[in-house]
């Protein structure tokens, strides 16, 4: 299964026929039994995003299981992001207010108490876009500080 396999559902979210709920209990995202989270951030929020579909488009949904991990911040440096996310990380360190001040009030709020994401990023093997690589790609972030410990998905 593929994300262009998803077309049919992501047409009545965009219509808003579709709700989270009702999206996560389709029996085609169903059957991938992924956590929750990474669900409605992978495929709800950018399963119908071209620039994220043509980055992990030829990835078969089936062959990734999702576990919760903690990795060190230094493992972060210099991890790649799609390639239609190239440079957003470094954008996004530039000028973290402005991408506060974007984002809902919560997500400030949570930065400013904890000093780390509301949600853990959600990291995949890069072994599932090209075989001879490794290492992992972030897919799913806001990166503005990073703390020495950090959970994340990882597949």
């Known amino acids: ?15 808003g026929g579709l709700s989270l709920a009702r999206f996560r209990a389709d029996p085609v ?11 409605e951030q992978f495929l709800f929020d950018h399963g ?11 990835i078969d949904l089936r062959e990734i299981r999702w ?6 911040t230094a493992d972060f440096h210099g991890m790649p ?5 190239d440079g957003c990380i470094e954008s996004y360190a530039e000028n973290p207010v402005h991408w506060i001040a974007v984002r809902p009030p919560e997500i400030g709020r949570h930065w400013e108490e904890h000093g780390t994401w509301l ?8 072994r ?10 972030v897919l799913e972030h806001l990166f503005l500080r990073l703390p020495s410990q950090l959970p994340c998905r990882r597949r």
């Open 1 to 15: 299964m593929k994300l262009s396999d998803l077309s049919p559902l992501m047409v009545r979210r965009q219509d």
């Open 29 to 39: 995202p169903a059957s991938l039994q992924w956590p929750d989270d990474v669900l």
């Open 48 to 58: 119908d995003n071209a620039a994220f579909v043509h980055d992990y488009g030829g």
């Open 67 to 72: 576990r919760p991990e903690t990795i060190p």
């Open 81 to 85: 992001t799609g390639a239609s996310d």
């Open 119 to 126: 949600r853990p990023p959600i990291l995949l093997d890069r």
């Open 128 to 137: 599932l876009l090209d075989p001879s690589d490794s290492g992992l790609q």
